[in-house]
């Protein structure tokens, strides 16, 4: 077990699963032995606003959030978000960013444009691992399971063996979705295997 | 042990619940909400939403009066309305333990100020706690409710938005069983007639001299003995903070912040060479220590942020002048919340738009009418505030010798806030006789805190039924003469009642009513969706001015409607002038039917 606290950021948009899919993640550090905080704004960001989610975890955790450059990686589920959270990044961290665009309201009226070429902005800057999360929810069988393709992809790159993260989906996810969810979850991990960083 | 991972809101649920808490009851309020959401687990506690922070006290004090362990929660500025009771709580004591639980919003994630309650403690003479995570939550609550007796006073529980949502271990324990000792009239103790009071307020100074006794040896206040050149005092998630950044320190911690600990602070002040006070909000520990006079440096809020949330970067930065390395980005666009697809509230921002009237407002989601592009409201104060700032505004323009009608002016209100505190507002300007035109957004439910039930909705926090509140009997009640109830979806009539009702010279009340869409009875359906023709659109951006996030623009500047986020509300199928929206399929389900169904069973439930 790694001494370190390690830091992953999930962020989206309000809707896509965001915080089951860091409840999770939680679940699994702790079942691994981990020390474990996560932190996450309520409120305003469920009416379509941004959602980020902070989970931390190591032998001993004491801050639930980190500032600027304080994140090992961004498990980002729509691409803005992934760019919009970089500053939180360490630099030498990862984005794990869904290729996936959902149009904010400033964008959606005619008032500001979405911003082109993000997965490239990213990978120019950082290790960037991207998928098409949806699609592979879609393959898994239940299209509610990209946040669990997300998890798969970050499982990878994390100290929690794979036996505890199937533990704790079954655990948490609804009776008949959990097949779905299991083979959303190798599908994600298979992604993070194949990438070339 | 057992253990769980447990937001700090649940976890002072459970200390409440092992403590052997009996009743419960609050106003939902965010950074606060998931405490009572969190008791309904519990079948010994009695849990149920109360009207407004104030009357969640006061009855939270009468249970206390008849020995009943009792808990009150809300957001920082819910205690400005409940301050009243506070006070006199203070002076009358804790027959069962009495815990007022406030949750500050630094930063401001959804809260109109960042007020620091600590203030309250020092003010009111009531002890406080701040745990600095989740299982110092449980552990406090536990503990407060029994101290509560002891001391006999209320007991102030001061968490943060980062400790009540964030989530951390905590080892589980068994509930104390504790009987409810019943009633026992207690005149001098419980009416504060000025004969009693003074003598009350005597017993309250007292009571303080032990607690400040309490607060040197209570385990939650300790040093953590550490490299000696720099000392920390620091409470609630500052703590955390700089743990993170100065692991080595010499640290005071302080779970328990009034009364102050002064032979421990002195004791910590006499180990270190400087003092860093590390805390969000107001200097409200540095004050304290300056005025102590302990002959060591201090350095506070000359170096750290009184503004926002403190971060471990920020309080890196702040004391060690090491500046982050990190991704600078160029501007994108931001994605503020908004008003959902098919929400009952953007009709009657549109109209009040195109209208052009004077808009004062209030707090919940339809505050977010207030945000391009539907822009069609002024003011945000606080809970009720709308009804009394459009009368203050009529007031001021008659006395400029103007007919105030020709400012359009318009107070919105929810429903759950006018039942908050908007009703006494209106008995005010009915009284005083006021002509300005309220309108309630009646969507039966309490939607911008998470679907809380209310008064209107008929049913409890355990949900079991309630009796309902009928809105416009109550308004009528008041003596207002002109009370309209429309579908908030019959833009038509909505426009000409609204638009009549701001030209009238005495006062009205327009109920604007329609079921949130996010209601559990509304989202469990399958809708259809609208299409936008993109040959008939003329690109008039009448559609695009409703904010609906399901529409957006094209690069051809046409308007696309998403079929994933579409509920087929039909609203803009109203507004556009050249029939270019029509339904998918119009013989589905769609937001507007199954609203029209469940205002047919609100309405059977009137009867």
Redesign the interface.
């Known amino acids: 077990m790694g001494k370190e606290t390690r830091t992953v950021i999930v962020a989206g948009v309000g809707g896509q699963g965001i915080l089951l899919a860091s409840n999770l993640l939680s679940e699994a550090a702790m079942e691994a032995g981990y020390d474990v905080k996560k932190s996450e704004i309520h409120g305003m960001s469920q009416r379509g606003g941004d959602v980020i989610s902070t989970v931390r975890f190591g032998e001993k955790v004491y801050s639930p959030i980190v500032g600027l450059a304080g994140a090992d990686v961004i498990l980002a589920f729509e691409k803005l978000e992934a760019m919009r959270n970089l500053p939180y990044l360490k630099k030498d961290g990862t984005v794990i960013v869904n290729d996936y665009r959902i149009d904010p309201l400033p964008v959606a009226s005619g008032y500001m444009d979405y911003p082109e070429g993000i997965i490239e902005y990213l990978r120019e800057r950082v290790k960037t691992i991207s998928l098409d999360a949806r699609q592979l929810a879609e393959k898994a069988g239940n299209i509610k399971t990209m946040n669990v393709v997300m998890l798969g992809v970050l499982s990878k790159s994390l100290d929690i063996p794979e036996e505890i993260w199937l533990r704790v989906i079954e655990r948490r996810v609804p009776k008949k979705a959990i097949e779905a969810n299991k083979v959303a979850f190798r599908l994600g991990r298979e992604v993070a295997e194949n990438a070339e960083l | 042990m057992k ?1 769980a ?1 447990l937001s700090g809101n649940e976890a002072i649920a459970r200390g409440f619940w092992e403590g052997g808490g009996h009743f419960a009851n609050a106003y939902p309020g ?2 606060s ?1 998931e405490i009572l959401e969190s008791m309904v687990q519990y079948p010994e506690i009695r849990a149920q939403w109360a009207v407004n922070e104030k009357t969640s006290l006061e009855i939270a004090l009468g249970a206390s009066f008849a020995g009943a362990r009792s808990l009150v929660a809300m957001k920082h500025v819910g205690l400005n309305v409940a301050a009243d009771p506070f006070f006199s709580a203070s002076y009358i004591g804790a027959t069962g333990g009495l815990l007022v639980v406030t949750c500050d919003d630094p930063g401001m ?2 809260s109109q100020n960042e007020q620091d309650n600590r203030w309250y403690a020092l003010h009111a003479k009531v002890p406080m706690f701040e745990p600095t ?1 989740s299982h110092e939550a449980k552990e406090l609550t536990r503990q407060a409710l029994s101290l509560s007796e002891k001391f006999d006073t209320p007991w102030l529980i001061r968490s943060t ?2 400790i009540s ?5 905590v080892e589980l324990g068994e509930r104390e069983e504790v009987e409810i000792k019943g009633y026992e009239p207690d005149f001098e103790k419980r009416n504060l007639l000025p004969v009693n009071a003074r003598k009350r307020h005597e017993v309250v100074e007292e009571r303080t001299l032990k607690l400040r006794e309490f607060a040197e040896n209570f385990w939650g206040n300790r040093i953590e003995e550490g490299d000696p050149s720099i000392g920390i005092v620091a409470n609630g ?1 500052s703590y ?2 700089a ?2 950044v100065f ?1 080595e320190a010499t640290f005071l911690k302080l779970l328990m912040t009034w009364p102050l600990p002064d032979e421990l602070i002195r004791e910590f002040a006499s180990k270190v060479k400087k003092i860093f006070v590390v805390e969000e909000g107001d200097p409200y520990l540095e004050t304290y220590l300056r005025a102590m006079n302990l002959g060591v440096e201090i350095i506070g809020k000359e170096k750290i942020p009184m503004t926002g949330e403190l ?4 309080v890196r930065e702040a004391l060690t002048g090491e500046k ?7 501007k ?9 697809p098919g929400c009952p509230h953007t009709p009657v921002f549109y109209i009040l738009k195109r209208l052009k009237a004077n808009v004062t407002g209030d707090i919940g ?1 339809y505050t ?1 009418g207030a ?3 539907l822009s069609a409201m002024d003011t945000c104060v606080e809970m009720g505030g709308s009804v009394g700032n459009a009368y203050g505004i009529e007031i001021a323009e008659a006395m400029r010798g103007l007919d105030p009608r020709k400012k359009k002016l318009v107070a919105v209100i929810g429903d759950s806030t006018f039942y908050h505190s908007g009703v006494t507002p209106l008995i005010d300007l009915f009284y005083n006789n006021g002509i300005t035109t309220v309108i309630i957004l009646d969507n039966s439910i309490t939607a ?3 679907h809380q039930e209310n008064p209107g909705s008929g049913v409890t926090l355990k949900g079991v039924p309630g009796r309902r509140v009928d809105l416009e009997k109550l308004v009528r009640g008041i003596g207002v003469e002109h009370v309209y109830t429309v579908d908030s979806f019959d833009m038509k009539t909505l426009k000409e009642v609204i638009n009549r009702e701001i030209h009238r010279n005495e006062p009205s009340v327009i109920i604007a009513k329609r079921p949130c869409v996010l209601l559990p009875q509304m989202k469990k359906r399958k809708y259809t969706y609208a299409i936008a023709d993109p040959e008939k659109c003329t690109s008039c951006t009448l559609c ?2 409703l ?1 609906c ?1 399901a ?3 094209t690069k051809d ?1 046409k308007t696309w409607i998403n079929p994933d986020l579409c509920v087929g509300c039909e609203v803009c199928i109203d507004v556009c002038p050249v029939d270019a929206i029509y339904l998918a399929d119009p013989n589905a389900d769609n937001a507007r039917k199954a609203g029209e169904e469940v205002l047919g069973w609100v309405k059977k439930q009137e009867q």
Request: with cysteine.
């Open positions: 253990k991972i965010t950074p909400t994630h959804s995570d938005t980062r949502h964030s989530l951390s271990i998630i955390q903070h743990k993170e692991p971060n471990p970067t920020i982050p390395s990190y991704f600078e980005i160029p994108i666009p931001h994605r503020p919340p908004a008003l959902c989601c977010l945000l391009p592009p911008m805190t998470g695009w001015k904010g996030p529409i957006s623009v500047k």
